[in-house]
């Protein structure tokens, strides 16, 4: 048997009265936040006792809800002991177990500690050291699509759609930095720009 | 994202799924008002709700334009309209420069967003992209309902702006471009209107790119799962594969003009810069932001820009190639020509934006290379054009009035887009920048050609959309005012520019004495052409009323239109009129045949309805049907 | 989606109309979309970030490797840890085991909560030695060293981080809340609800492996 939904069980004014308490926990919690964010120094006797009133009040109207749903078989975030029917009517197949995916995140992980370790070494030119940073963080990219994403077992037609679309837009935004190292090459010569008036770049 | 599930708890079982099949939303017609009419999840209602939404911004942008001719014409005359409705912007009834240009931003942003994007994709499209391919609804319903609401959000908030008085003017003043250093800073420099003012107009970009987000993918997801058994991509009216690539397109771009407008707003708001550079001053301090870049707005800026003018016009090609076929009885020429030139379009807009920033001060290897490419735009827009008189030729015409509007598509963006290959070029750019040459040019070919477009659609579609004929008398009464009238207010705009006047200057002479007196003397040979193309936009203007009383006047009093009044062959005209809640009455439609079988040799009629089966054809969609349905109904149960 | 192939040439009628052409349902064809549209979003923040770097003469690299980077790694490790949890999360809500589904979900939103624990502790730790959105705060740690170092520098390293960093931190904000959601209504969703959950919260995660090195390891103090 399913679990009974809410509507089943209570009446409208019932439901009325609940979300009233819902709502009242919810302010006095948004007022617990909001003394948290203002109050310059959060550790002082007021603050500390206005948020311990607070969330007691918060509490104490929560509870009424949670206690009559409980008391009436009502668990509205519950896991149903049998499959809902939407769900049991699925047949997913889905590839890749623990094995997979701890390879995929320890690969990650490794990609990732290289990463920290070339900054640690620190290679001075920013240029090779970005490149190299690319680089890895594409494959990383690349992983977490395939695997975590999933991307690698559906079907290639999707793969062919997404892929090349998002890759050449990406791209086409690097028609910018023409003009950004112009920028730089006119702010660098910026000193020596009087001694050289006139002449072309 | 989360909350887009149509909940099938309402009819719960499983007979129930099954009895409906491939029932895309589970969900009866809604019975109260504002679930009908306000938050309807009914691709019909928002469509619906999307056109009365451009209608309003088309015409508050008209009456704009209206008072900026009237201000530039007659400089120093006091309307005492204008004296009552806006006393800050027009003390005594005379525009100050400062309110001309916010007049400028405000039609700018309300014509390219609110009319020229949501009337063709979001009104026409939401209405008719589903029914063409024989779907219940869109793929997400309530994600539909919502992008509908942020773009009204997106309006309200725009409609505030102008209200949003400051330093004597009212509303932004940096243009629907809002180029910084002026949009980023200009409450620091104090400019008129760049206050609070500027700070409404991104965040109602920022709505409206929101909302066309969401409205893009529920069009791409629409298109590609919810195609009915045997409606392949080949088979598809030109006006979905015309929505399908726009939506593509918004898809792509939108998120870019979202990021530049956080950047904006960032600066304007956070201090940070950037995209303001170094060394501005106000004339007595210097401001203290440095080393961000405007060209970087630029870019970003056209990245969504460019794309957006296709936005904008590639619904207007669908709806024209669709009408030129149906009201010449002969199948679209080179349908699969067009549906290419449809694609490279889009791809290709993506790869000129930088033909806005020629004398931005980029580098001009770039410049030289989105030259070329834009160039080579012109190339399947050639390729359309041709299809679209080889559909005409040799055609038994019918000239009824979307049939009118569609030739002037065809005839305004020929027109405009010649002028799109003078622009393309660094060296002629260099001197028409910003001339009236480039506001006649994409008005031509962008604003006028893509509201044809949606004229032609209006005529043609309005008997399916609210069941009766608009009036055929007025409909022509209405087009030939028209057509000759936007030529006669943007021609002379041309040769305005080739003289050298500049957009955006709120007046080029005053009246003293009442003599003309220049103000820029290159200009003097114009003057007579200015109040020739106001006194040709008042007229235009007015003529629009007729379209106006006519739409309202026919929706209750027009004739009662059948079923299929244009005998018309795509799945729109198979259902009844208006179309019941879920499109077909229950019923599932099957395709059989290309979408524009006209005059087809041996046939009874002189069109075949694309469910019209033939029996060599028959066998072999039935087969493939059988797996077909089994895919769908799978589908259709993941979907919920 | 389970529509496995009964007839032998399935694949040429695929996009015959009355099939899902992908094999995918809507809501997940959509949420990817949402994905290719969002990540150009960031890319553009990226790119406007790079342009601005690539433009400067001089950039501040004020990060030194000990505790700045660190910290931050640890903040990766944190998130990738979420990304491999979520997808645990979906496997298991393929095999229809709810509670390990909720539970691996739990484990995802704990992640991306230390996540943005982590981080704005590092915030308030910038803010306080006087990184600013526009700039360095006058007379601050920050200022004086950074007079000395980078004179040249223009007030864009503070704008860029803010602005990258704190879009991002909104993505994971947002999707611990949407992962919550799921998480409580587990029981009433279909897998595909789970499945796309886990689409969202991978990007944000693929989203950082571009930011990290980009933002923090592109900033690592060179002399200390």
Redesign the interface.
């Known amino acids: 048997m399913a679990?009974p939904?809410i509507r089943d069980v209570f009446q409208k004014s019932d439901l009325i009265l609940m979300g009233v308490c819902v709502v009242l926990a919810a302010g006095f919690l948004l007022l617990t936040a909001k003394n948290a964010a203002s109050a310059g120094n959060f550790l002082t006797i007021d603050s500390l006792f206005f948020t311990a009133v607070c969330l007691l009040l918060a509490l104490t109207f929560i509870a009424v809800p949670a206690l009559t749903m409980r008391a009436r078989g009502v668990h509205p975030?519950?896991?149903?002991e049998e499959?809902?029917?939407?769900?049991?009517?699925?047949?997913?197949?889905?590839e890749?177990?623990?094995r997979l995916?701890?390879n995929?995140?320890l690969g990650?992980?490794g990609l990732?500690v290289v990463?920290?370790v070339?900054?640690?070494i620190?290679i001075?030119d920013?240029r090779i050291?970005?490149t190299i940073?690319?680089g890895?963080?594409l494959v990383?990219?690349a992983l977490?699509?395939a695997?975590?994403?999933?991307l690698k077992f559906?079907?290639l037609?999707?793969v062919v759609?997404?892929v090349p679309?998002?890759v050449?837009?990406?791209c086409?935004?690097?028609?910018?930095?023409?003009?950004?190292?112009?920028?730089?090459k006119q702010?660098?010569n910026r000193p020596t720009a009087a001694a050289t008036t006139g002449e072309p770049e | 994202m989360a909350e887009d599930d149509i909940p099938n708890e309402a009819h719960g079982t499983e007979e129930h799924a099954a009895e409906h099949g491939a029932a895309v939303h589970h969900h009866g017609p809604p019975t109260s008002f504002i679930r009908k009419y306000v938050f309807s999840i009914d691709h019909k209602v928002i469509g619906i709700q999307y056109l009365l939404l451009a209608l309003f911004s088309v015409f508050l942008g008209m009456l704009m334009s209206i008072m900026m001719r009237m201000n530039m014409t007659w400089p120093g005359h006091s309307w005492w309209l204008l004296a009552k409705l806006f006393p800050t912007g027009a003390p005594g009834g005379v525009m100050s420069p400062e309110f001309y240009l916010s007049l400028v931003t405000m039609h700018g942003t309300m014509m390219v967003f609110f009319v020229l994007t949501t009337a063709p994709q979001g009104g026409f499209g939401n209405y008719f992209l589903p029914i063409q391919i024989g779907a219940e609804d869109m793929a997400f319903p309530v994600l539909n309902m919502l992008s509908f609401w942020v773009t009204f959000l997106g309006l309200a908030v725009l409609v505030s702006a102008i209200f949003a008085a400051g330093n004597g003017v009212i509303g932004p003043t940096g243009g629907w471009t809002a180029y910084p250093p002026l949009s980023a800073i200009g409450d620091v420099l104090n400019v008129p209107g760049q206050g609070m003012g500027m700070n409404l107009w991104i965040i109602s970009i920022a709505l409206f790119c929101g909302g066309s987000l969401l409205g893009a993918l529920n069009f791409i997801t629409t298109l590609l799962n919810l195609r009915t058994r045997g409606m392949s991509l080949m088979r598809m009216p030109l006006t979905c594969w015309a929505w399908f690539t726009t939506a593509v397109l918004a898809l792509l771009a939108f998120p870019v003009l979202l990021a530049a407008g956080v950047l904006l707003f960032l600066d304007k708001n956070l201090g940070t810069s950037f995209f303001v550079p170094a060394g501005l001053s106000t004339g007595t301090t210097v401001i203290d932001h440095a080393g961000g870049s405007p060209i970087m707005w630029q870019h970003l800026f056209w990245f969504f820009g460019h794309p957006e003018v296709y936005i904008a016009i590639l619904p207007g090609m669908g709806a024209t190639s669709h009408i030129l076929s149906t009201f010449a009885r002969k199948p679209v020429f080179g349908y699969r020509a067009m549906v290419f030139a449809l694609f490279a379009i889009g791809l290709l807009g993506f790869f000129v934006w930088g033909h806005h920033m020629f004398i931005s001060g980029m580098s001009p290897y770039t410049g030289m290379a989105f030259s070329v490419l834009t160039l080579s735009i012109g190339v399947p827009s050639a390729i359309k054009t041709f299809n679209w008189l080889g559909t005409l030729w040799g055609g038994r015409i019918r000239f009824k009035t979307p049939m009118l509007f569609a030739i002037g598509f065809v005839s305004l963006f020929v027109a405009g887009g010649i002028t799109g290959l003078v622009l393309g070029q660094t060296t002629l750019d260099l001197s028409m920048h910003d001339t009236y040459f480039v506001l006649a040019h994409f008005h031509l070919v962008m604003g006028v050609a893509a509201i044809f477009g949606m004229f032609a659609g209006m005529y043609f579609w309005f008997p399916k959309m609210f069941g009766r004929m608009m009036n055929e008398t007025l409909g022509r009464i209405h087009f030939w005012p028209t057509i000759i009238g936007v030529y006669c207010i943007f021609i002379p705009m041309h040769v305005m520019g080739i003289v050298g006047m500049p957009r955006r200057y709120s007046q080029f002479y005053e009246i003293v004495n009442g003599q003309v007196q220049m103000i820029y003397n290159f200009n003097r040979p114009t003057v007579p052409l200015i109040h020739f193309v106001t006194w040709a936009a008042i007229i235009t203007v007015s003529a629009q009323v007729i379209f106006i009383f006519n739409f309202f006047w026919s929706m209750f009093k027009g004739q009662k239109a059948t079923d299929n009044p244009w005998e018309a062959t795509t799945l729109e005209w198979t259902t009844a009129t208006p179309p019941p809640h879920d499109n077909f009455g229950g019923r599932v439609p099957t395709v059989y045949r290309g979408a524009y079988e006209f005059s087809v040799p041996g046939a009874p009629d002189d069109f075949v309805m694309q469910t019209t089966p033939d029996e060599t054809e028959a066998n072999i969609v039935t087969t493939a049907g059988t797996h077909a349905v089994q895919g769908k109904g799978d589908g259709h149960n993941g979907h919920g | 989606m389970s529509t496995e192939a009964r007839v032998g040439n399935l694949a040429a009628n695929d996009w015959d109309g009355g099939a899902f052409p992908y094999r995918v349902g809507h809501r997940k064809l959509g949420m990817w979309l949402f994905i290719v549209s969002d990540a150009m979003t960031f890319s553009a923040m990226l790119i406007g970030y790079s342009y601005a770097r690539a433009a400067s003469d001089q950039w501040p690299t004020p990060f030194p490797f000990n505790p700045s980077i660190i910290f931050s790694t640890v903040m990766t490790l944190f998130l990738l840890a979420s990304s491999f949890t979520m997808v645990m999360a979906v496997r298991a809500s393929a095999a229809n085991r709810l509670k390990a589904a909720r539970r691996w979900i739990g484990a995802t939103m704990l992640g991306g909560t230390v996540f943005i624990v982590l981080h704005s502790i590092e915030w308030s730790h910038l803010l306080g030695e006087g990184l600013r959105p526009f700039g360095v705060s006058a007379g601050s740690t920050f200022a004086k060293e950074w007079a000395e170092r980078w004179p040249q520098a223009p007030p864009l390293f503070g704008a860029s981080f803010f602005a990258i960093t704190g879009l991002h931190m909104f993505h994971v904000f947002t999707g611990v809340i949407y992962l919550g959601v799921v998480a409580l209504r587990i029981g009433k969703t279909r897998h595909e609800d789970v499945e796309i959950s886990g689409l969202y919260w991978h990007f944000v995660d693929l989203v950082w492996m571009f930011v990290f090195p980009l933002i923090y390891l592109m900033s690592v103090d060179m002399t200390k």
């Open positions: 679990q939904s975030f519950a896991v149903p499959l809902p029917p939407a769900r049991a009517a699925e047949h997913v197949h889905f890749g177990g623990t995916f701890g995929v995140l990650l992980l990732t990463e920290v070339l900054a640690y620190k001075h920013l050291f970005l940073l690319m890895l963080s990383k990219a977490i699509v695997y975590f994403m999933h559906e079907r037609s999707l759609t997404l679309t998002l050449v837009c990406i086409l935004l690097f028609i910018v930095f023409p003009d950004s190292f112009r920028t730089l702010r660098t």
